[in-house]
């Protein structure tokens, strides 16, 4: 007699009752699921709960490198500093015919425009403030990403807090960065625009590819400081100033560069755990891991560190989109941060040296001019006789925001090319001649990494199933089951559970797992009303299967409420973890439960996903391979261009779904990349024609590399897409046969009688 656990509780099997006569109420072996509340809703919140009790645990502990290096290493990678800088740096005076370089001349000063190259094809452009006599100091003075440098000098209307620099003797070096303006955020030739932030809209473009706006402006800082060092006697310090976003980006350089004798940091000082409330730009992988504003500042000690609190941007949101624009902004808000705030960041940054000397926190009471003072001698605030705020400044900052955020974006599109040729080093390389023992064994590595570094791994569930259950809707043939289980502390698992009443319950059956899609409930994978929009994406594929004869499971995945769902992968980013590691562990348990029941085969459990369960499709199997085989249905992509091209109007740059992008996985694993890692087990695409979501063309390319590995590894046969005419839904055509095919299960077998009541225990 076959025995099972369940939970902590060992249970005698009891065989179902013969559901077309009787269906029983709970499935034999659960407790009777009596929650009234909105189960989707229950679990987005127990998910909630679970990312910000990871966020405390990480802000607790925060893995910090002993070794400086392997931290510098490590807080790049954070960052997105992938790429190598152009070097020698050389500083060039920008001047057309009618607009000279020079901008401002006082009997101490020149004030130039000036630019210097960072990256290939990427020049980065500001202001250089020249004294007539040898500089005392050199300084790279960053302002706010709302402020231009005209605007911070006086010479551009828009800032209240400009300030004089004409006086402190010192060689100051003012950069330009990514604005929050948003004309700029889209792509004329398709006629795309959007309402995203200039900061947003790069960082859409360059998260996947592993880079970073905040990190590109790092690059510019690290430039211009190449370019200071080669020009300064060493007898003469550099300096690094920041105010509101240039504050972010002076400490992060700070701590990569030890040339800066003394860094001010200004408006930017604050713990990271409530990034995900700021806007969608704040977002990095792993921040907390050792890369919050503590930790990174403990990075710069010995070295004079100077906080102070003027400059802190205000911003409430993204502007409502105009017309021609499409609402696809992020929601994010930024406001002062408390005295108290910084004061215990900092004190967190003294625990770490254990030294008080290197560390200054100015008053609040300081003004703006008072704390740049600090670091650049006699800064005032600017006299309204200085300046000569004119129109033709402004014009300049428009023209140069647009040159900057065209060299970023032509930037970050080449990368995709090159992201495919780093895949096919990295990965497809090594594959090439492998016999099929030794791609199981080179693949599982490459599972564990992906799982583990891109996905972002949790501990496995760990508290009793403690399953529940009730009939929630019979048909003459099938009986249809919620199923609730506990995952960890608050957190639980839910689908809807399908078994055939003619099922044959002595032997072990296939199960096919059916996921929904985004917004989606387990119910609409059942649904029959022909006039709903439920049924005409999903065509009722897990009821049809169970009559066919399956038993059918349609998990709840949390991709469901909006905001409320999509935050949820702001907050998993900063402990280096993502949305689908919490899913994958409500699978772990699902499979888990499954494989206890004894009408259950453990290993003929396929996994068959639409849209966003599409998407599931190609990670879930591609971590547990205790799905035996996976079905990917309107979803299978050239993901990596899906989104980030700007010329593929479907692209993901232009819709609201800011939840989307993986960080550095167009580097690592496309669609096809991950079809390998589902290898050899059978992987199947279900693709409309007029499904929006893709281009037929290259849903091909990407799904060619997957035939060309299935035959080479002799298991052609394992691997299949079918094409049908029309939009984005199952067709449930090919894919069933794939499935009775696969899991050995002709339909032959389907019974159309009910089967009398099992005799025996």
Excluded at 668 to 688: H, K, Q
């Amino acid at each position: 007699m076959r025995t099972s656990r369940i939970g902590t509780t060992l249970l005698l099997p009891v065989m179902i009752a013969d559901l077309a006569a009787a269906t029983p109420e709970i499935i034999p072996g659960t407790t009777p699921l009596k929650v009234d509340s909105d189960l989707s809703t229950e679990m987005v919140t127990g998910i909630d709960r679970l990312a910000m009790k990871e966020i405390v645990i990480s802000s607790t502990t925060r893995a910090l490198f002993v070794d400086q290096g392997h931290w510098r290493s490590s807080f790049k990678r954070v960052l997105g500093l992938t790429d190598e800088r152009v070097t020698p740096v050389s500083m060039a005076h920008v001047a057309t015919t009618n607009k000279p370089s020079l901008i401002h001349e006082t009997d101490t000063v020149t004030i130039h425009r000036v630019r210097w190259p960072i990256l290939d094809g990427v020049n980065w452009e500001g202001l250089l403030i020249q004294p007539k006599v040898p500089p005392k100091a050199r300084v790279i003075l960053l302002p706010d990403a709302a402020v231009t440098p005209e605007q911070l000098l006086g010479l551009q209307p828009g800032f209240d807090e400009a300030l004089d620099l004409t006086k402190s003797g010192c060689q100051i070096l003012i950069p330009v960065l990514i604005s929050r303006e948003n004309h700029l955020s889209g792509y004329p030739p398709i006629g795309k625009a959007t309402n995203v932030t200039h900061r947003e809209w790069i960082f859409r473009q360059a998260f996947l590819l592993g880079r970073h706006p905040l990190g590109y402006e790092v690059q510019a800082t690290l430039a211009a400081t190449d370019w200071l060092a080669a020009e300064s006697p060493k007898n003469i310090p550099i300096h690094l100033a920041g105010i509101g976003e240039g504050g972010r980006v002076a400490l992060a350089a700070a701590a990569l560069e030890d040339r800066m004798s003394k860094i001010l940091v200004s408006g930017a000082f604050a713990p990271r755990k409530d990034a995900w409330r700021e806007p969608l730009d704040r977002t990095f992988f792993d921040l907390l891991n050792g890369f919050d504003d503590a930790g990174v500042a403990a990075r710069i000690a010995p070295r004079a560190l100077i906080i102070g609190h003027a400059g802190a941007p205000i911003f409430e949101g993204a502007p409502e989109a105009k017309p021609g624009q499409r609402a696809a902004a992020a929601p994010g808000i930024l406001g002062p941060i408390p005295e108290r705030v910084v004061q215990a960041e900092a004190y967190r940054s003294f625990e770490m040296w254990r030294n008080l000397q290197w560390l200054t926190v100015l008053p609040t009471e300081y003004s703006l001019a008072e704390t740049v003072a600090q670091s650049i001698p006699n800064t005032v605030a600017a006299s309204p006789n200085l300046t000569s705020a004119n129109t033709s400044h402004t014009d300049f900052a428009t023209e140069r925001q647009t040159r900057l955020i065209l060299s970023l974006q032509d930037f970050t599109q080449k990368q995709i090319v090159t992201a495919e040729r780093e895949r096919d080093a990295y990965f497809w390389k090594p594959l090439k001649g492998l016999d099929l023992p030794a791609f199981e064994k080179r693949i599982a590595a490459e599972r564990e990494y992906f799982w583990k570094s891109v996905i972002g791994r949790l501990p496995d569930p760990d508290v009793p199933m403690n399953p529940r259950t009730r009939l929630v809707r019979e048909t003459e043939t099938v009986a249809i089951y919620d199923v609730v289980l506990d995952v960890w502390d608050g957190v639980i698992a839910w689908g809807w559970l399908a078994l055939p009443k003619n099922l044959d319950r002595t032997k072990h059956n296939p199960v096919v797992v059916c996921q929904h899609g985004l917004e989606g409930l387990p119910s609409d994978c059942f649904e029959t009303d022909e006039t709903t929009k439920a049924w005409r994406a999903y065509k009722a594929f897990a009821l049809r299967l169970a009559e066919e004869g399956f038993v059918t499971f349609a998990p709840h995945n949390p991709y469901r409420g909006g905001d409320a769902f999509r935050v949820l992968q702001r907050k998993f980013n900063l402990t280096g973890r993502t949305l689908f590691s919490p899913i994958i562990g409500q699978h772990q348990r699902i499979l888990e439960w499954l494989k206890t029941q004894p009408y259950v085969d453990p290993e003929r459990i396929a996994f068959y996903g639409l849209s966003y369960g599409g998407k599931s499709a190609m990670r879930i199997p591609a971590v547990l391979t205790d799905y035996c085989l996976s079905i990917c249905s309107g979803d299978f992509n050239e993901w990596v261009r899906k989104n980030v091209s700007l010329d593929m109007p479907m692209s993901y740059l232009y819709t609201h779904e800011y939840e989307i992008w993986e960080w550095n996985l167009g580097r690592t694993f496309n669609y096809a990349e991950m079809a390998a890692l589902i290898a050899p087990r059978p992987f199947m695409v279900e693709r409309g024609h007029d499904d929006g979501v893709g281009l037929d063309e290259w849903v091909n390319y990407e799904f060619a590399k997957v035939r060309r590995l299935y035959n080479k590894l002799g298991i052609g046969d394992r691997t299949t897409i079918e094409h049908f005419d029309g939009p984005h839904t199952i067709h449930g055509v090919g894919t069933f046969e794939f499935l009775h095919q696969h899991l050995d299960a002709p339909k032959s077998r389907v019974l159309t009688e009910p089967q009398p009541p099992p005799t025996g225990p």
